[in-house]
């Protein structure tokens, strides 16, 4: 059993920067990819962002290449999101979640934080 609890959301204006953390629970971190999706009123939720088990490997969303840098620090148990660039698009509760491998959908993923609201005003 893994829990994920998300910090670092927040409002910011166009074209500013937040990090994003999520610290997990449980001795087996570094056993799971990790991933941020996130979800717009009225939206589906998408994926973000994903790192593999070792973190040798990113992988991320066209809409956030060049602007985000997923990054996980397996000693602290904690996975990061750095977004810089922000766009008023970027607008919505951000979700991180663990799985045994990575995948593009929410369906790979067998754990979820609680999510913590990112708004980005023009």
């Known amino acids: 059993q893994v829990q994920l609890v998300e910090s670092g959301g927040g409002l910011v204006q166009t074209g500013g920067s937040l990090r994003l953390s999520c610290a997990a629970s449980?001795?087996?971190?570094?056993?799971?990819?990790l991933a941020w999706f996130r979800q717009a009123p009225g939206k589906e939720r998408e994926f973000v962002a994903a790192i593999t088990r070792s973190g040798g490997s990113t992988y991320y969303a066209d809409s956030v290449k060049g602007r985000f840098t997923i990054s996980r620090d397996n000693a602290k148990n904690t996975v990061y999101l750095q977004m810089n660039s922000l766009k008023p698009e970027d607008t919505a509760v951000y979700y991180c979640?663990?799985?045994?491998?990575?995948?593009?959908?929410?369906?790979?993923?067998?754990?979820w934080g609680q999510g913590t609201q990112v708004t980005v005003s023009s």
């Open positions: 979640a663990a799985g045994r491998v990575w995948g593009w959908t929410q369906y790979e993923y067998d754990y």
């Open positions: 449980g001795r087996t971190f570094s056993s799971y990819a």
